[in-house]
């Protein structure tokens, strides 16, 4: 975008091919900024993906296969609050897959609970924060306390807060010197998974 990398825009992807067994069709889909909160190709643009492939088996009359054997979509159960192991477990019988760095408490899941995803795909388990419920899933938001990220670099200030399950939204978009101010005064709870703007400059001054 005016030829620089744009931030905060994406294009999803997802490509597919049937039969799976002798492959005829491959069919590939772009989506180009999509406009959801769970930004994947297994939930974005696998759905048409499957359309696509559904109306060339009909016109094409492949013997033997039906759009249903072909690309079949299960609803994500909630996940938050398992140990990682057992939450991996449970989307086995899904036929999808977990995957997590370490057998912790699933404190977020990407895609989110309630999300159709076809059947194959993976599932991202976040894990390792304190204070959530292990005995049983919860849809309870979750809190961290706000650093101070004054006198950091861009780098310090962004890894702090992804350590916390905070997004760090740069201001000015190519951030220089220090941070100067943040949105989010330092100390105050904070839901998991916000954002944060951090602005930057030459002075170490300010709240």
Same mark, same amino acid.
């Given at each position: 975008?005016? *030829? ?11 490509? *597919? ?19 959801? #909160?769970?930004?994947? *190709? #297994? ?12 109306? %060339? ?11 249903? @054997? $072909? ?46 995803? %076809?059947?194959?795909? $993976? %599932?991202?388990?976040? @894990? ?5 419920? @292990? ?15 004054? =006198? ?12 916390? =399950? ?14 100067? =101010?943040? $949105?989010?005064?330092? *100390? ?12 930057? =400059?030459? #002075?170490?001054?300010?709240?």
């Amino acid at each position: 975008e005016y *030829g620089r990398v744009s931030s905060g825009n994406y294009i999803c992807s997802f490509i *597919g091919f049937a039969p799976a067994d002798e492959p005829r069709y491959l069919c590939l889909i772009l989506v180009d900024e999509p406009r959801v #909160s769970s930004i994947f *190709g #297994s939930t974005v643009a696998a759905p048409f993906v499957r359309r696509v492939l559904e109306n %060339v088996l009909t016109l094409k009359e492949v013997p033997g296969l039906t759009p249903e @054997t $072909s690309y079949q979509t299960v609803q994500l159960p909630n996940l938050v609050g398992m140990s990682a192991a057992d939450a991996s477990a449970l989307l086995a019988q899904y036929g999808l897959e977990g995957i997590f760095e370490c057998d912790a408490v699933v404190t977020m899941q990407v895609p989110a609970a309630g999300q159709s995803v %076809v059947i194959g795909s $993976s %599932v991202l388990l976040y @894990t390792g924060l304190e204070g959530v419920n @292990t005995a049983e899933p919860t849809d309870e938001p979750y809190y961290v306390t706000m650093p101070s990220l004054i =006198g950091k670099t861009a780098l310090q200030a962004h890894d702090e807060l992804k350590q916390l =399950g905070l997004t760090m939204i740069a201001d000015p978009a190519d951030p220089f010197g220090y941070v100067i =101010g943040q $949105s989010i005064y330092a *100390g105050t709870q904070v839901e998991f998974g916000s954002s944060v703007t951090v602005y930057f =400059g030459y #002075s170490t001054t300010g709240g």
